[in-house]
């Protein structure tokens, strides 16, 4: 069985945007007030319609804590959080002109 654990630097990252934010409640289901954050990450894919399951496509990826009392769980967007990484620049298809680059001429 494959184990998937975040590291440290992940888990400090999660938990300090969710204390700027203010995500620091009771469990709304039972009142308890102790959270253990799931050791990795769950996907959402975004589906256009209801045909038939697209993989790879967009998604919304979150981060998990889970009440130890009652098993509660609450999900955060990564992006609401500024944890996503910025996306790297895409190149122009073949057919597009090349966008000038700010301060390059």
């Not at 769950?42 to 697209?54: A, C, D, K, P, R």
């Not at 990484?85 to 073949?94: D, E, V, Y």
């Amino acid at each position: 069985m494959y184990v998937v654990e975040l590291t440290d630097e992940q888990r400090n990252r999660i938990s300090e945007a969710l204390q700027q934010r203010g995500a620091t409640r009771e469990c709304p289901r039972c009142g308890n007030d102790t959270f253990a954050l799931v050791g990795g990450y769950f996907v959402h894919t975004v589906q256009q319609n209801f045909g038939g399951l697209v993989l790879g496509g967009p998604n919304i990826p979150t981060a998990v804590v889970v009440c130890n009392k009652c098993g509660w769980l609450a999900e955060h967007a990564l992006g609401a959080l500024g944890l996503l990484p910025t996306p790297a620049p895409t190149l122009p298809k073949a057919d597009e002109p090349a966008k000038p680059m700010d301060g390059v001429k």
